[in-house]
């Protein structure tokens, strides 16, 4: 009776699914059938956009981490103090840097929900998103210019220009493809409110253009008000929203901007983003931070013949012994990389959607991600047993905590709306709920415990980070081990009744799960 039940649940279900999948077909062969012999022709003439979406992400990617080399490659004296180079650093360059990466996440986020609205191209609107990936790629210039001459407003007025023509450009492709309905996702496509969808998106998209006019225009009256409105803008969306919810609180009730408000094309925090293209991007920062890393030991590990000749007797082994600590930095940082993508891809498994907060977050993460090969230049930078020494490996723990604390942040904002962010497997209490929190606190505890300990034994700064970057792969093959060790005598201490009932529950919740999740 049991299995009877269960097919049919299985058969409804499946009838269910394609009537899900018959019914926009329906729908888009009604809207074909609708439209003129001349708009057929132009559809046939269009293509997917994934490539390009593909394209402009890995280009955004790598304009975002390039940023780091300025400043992973600043040289240091070795008996110049390392605190007061880092204040310098953190006021230029760093600076920089944390900005840039935030300023073009915030023009990806963009062009995420721009072509969640436009889902197929064609060659004008390709021509376009080239014109628009070339004006971002140009921001990290005109960024380094405002830092390196913060009195100027030459600076302000380029990355103010490039915004602006950005903004211009999107609204072309956006006023472009509602002239072609076929070019826009379904739910535009056949709704009959087409007009205000592209008034309301044209709103979202001018908004920062019009701020970066008003900041050009109060570079030339008060340069540091001009930098705060350009501030503002990478915390647009949160500002508005916080707004938003004062007003409710204010007056009283929900505010809505309309009842046919656009759900996928607004600043709420809890907006869902493209889960691939976050994938996608945040692949692409860590594979670029990996490739700077060899590309460091290329460039500075590579001797040069005359002084294998002149020095070491024409052995090249031994001279290639002198950078031991520089490959010992190199095989720790790329671990550390690797592993860090490793609970990336982790806790992006698990998760459905991701809100506009987890890509804050993600942001945050892989800025510190991306400082890595900085960490790794400084910790073998200095000579052994050093003052600058102990501050350059204290300076790297500190990255690679915020770079897992973000991490665990966004698994954290994920169980404050579970039932729309996680797959039930994973939801608080679910059976890999202990196992994934665990992975995603390992960086995290590791750093900061490894922080201490040079704090305690200073003389041993290097090689403790080292033992930490080296040991932690071990520690990731044993967590499952450990963690059901863990949870097994918590349950025996604190639940000694429930041991005998755990069979049932278990069986039940795998009965729940889908066959492949259960085989997994």
């Known amino acids: ?69 300025p400043v992973a490659h600043t040289k240091f004296q070795d008996n110049e103090e390392l605190k007061q180079s880092i204040q310098a650093l953190l006021t230029t360059k760093i600076a920089v840097y944390l900005m840039t990466f935030l300023i073009v996440t915030v023009a990806w986020a ?83 409110n087409q007009a205000y969808y592209k008034r309301r998106i044209l709103e979202v998209i001018m908004r920062v253009p019009i701020m970066c006019l008003f900041a050009s225009i109060f570079s030339f009256i008060f340069i540091p008000l001009s930098y705060i409105i350009l501030a503002v803008v990478i915390f647009l969306p949160y500002i508005s929203q916080c707004l938003k919810w004062i007003r409710s609180k204010a007056i009283g009730g929900q505010v809505e901007d309309s009842p046919d408000s656009v759900p996928f094309y607004t600043y709420h925090p809890s907006e869902p983003l493209s889960k691939e293209r976050v994938e996608a991007f945040s692949d692409g920062v860590y594979a670029i931070v990996a490739t700077l890393l060899i590309l460091d030991i290329c460039e500075d590990n590579v001797p040069d013949p005359s002084v294998v000749k002149k020095e070491f007797d024409n052995s090249l082994i031994d001279a290639l012994q002198e950078y031991g600590p520089e490959y010992l930095a190199y095989f720790g940082s790329f671990a550390t990389v690797g592993l860090l993508w490793f609970v990336h891809h982790s806790l992006f498994l698990h998760v459905t959607k991701a809100t506009r907060l987890m890509g804050l977050f993600n942001t945050f993460s892989l800025a510190f991600v991306g400082g890595l090969p900085l960490a790794y230049q400084l910790t073998h930078e200095f000579p052994r047993g050093s003052r600058n020494e102990l501050e350059a490996v204290q300076i790297s723990c500190v990255i690679i905590f915020f770079a897992g604390l973000f991490q665990l942040a966004m698994w954290v904002t994920a169980l404050f709306t579970e039932r729309e962010t996680l797959h039930p497997y994973v939801r608080y209490g679910g059976r890999e709920h202990a196992f994934m929190l665990a992975k995603l606190s390992l960086y995290p505890c590791v750093a900061l415990g490894t922080f201490v300990f040079t704090c305690i034994l200073s003389r041993f700064s290097t090689s403790i980070f080292h033992m930490m970057e080296i ?28 041991n005998d009932l755990d069979s049932v529950p278990v069986e039940e919740e795998d009965s729940q799960l889908p066959i492949n999740d259960i085989v997994t």
């Open 110 to 192: 963009a062009h995420i929900r721009l072509f969640q609205v436009i889902e197929r191209i064609d060659d004008t609107l390709a021509l376009l998103n080239l014109a628009c990936m070339m004006l971002i790629t140009f921001l990290p210039y005109t960024f380094s210019l405002m830092a390196t001459f913060p009195s100027y407003t030459l600076g302000i007025l380029l990355f103010c220009a490039c915004v602006m023509v950005i903004g211009l450009i999107q609204a072309m492709i956006v006023l472009y493809g509602f002239s072609r309905p076929f070019f826009l996702n379904d739910q535009i496509q056949m709704s009959e």
């Open 471 to 498: 040991g932690v792969p071990f520690a990731f093959l044993l967590l499952r081990l450990l963690v059901r060790v863990a949870l097994a005598v918590i349950r025996w201490l604190f639940c000694p009744a429930r």
């Open 1 to 69: 009776m049991g299995e009877n039940d269960e097919s049919q649940i299985i058969e409804h279900h499946d009838d269910e699914e394609m009537e899900k999948m018959r019914t926009p077909r329906n729908h888009a062969h009604s809207f074909l059938e609708s439209v003129t012999s001349s708009e057929k022709d132009g559809y046939s003439s269009t293509q997917s956009s994934h490539r390009l979406l593909a394209y402009s992400d890995a280009l955004i990617s790598i304009i975002a981490t390039v940023m780091i080399l």
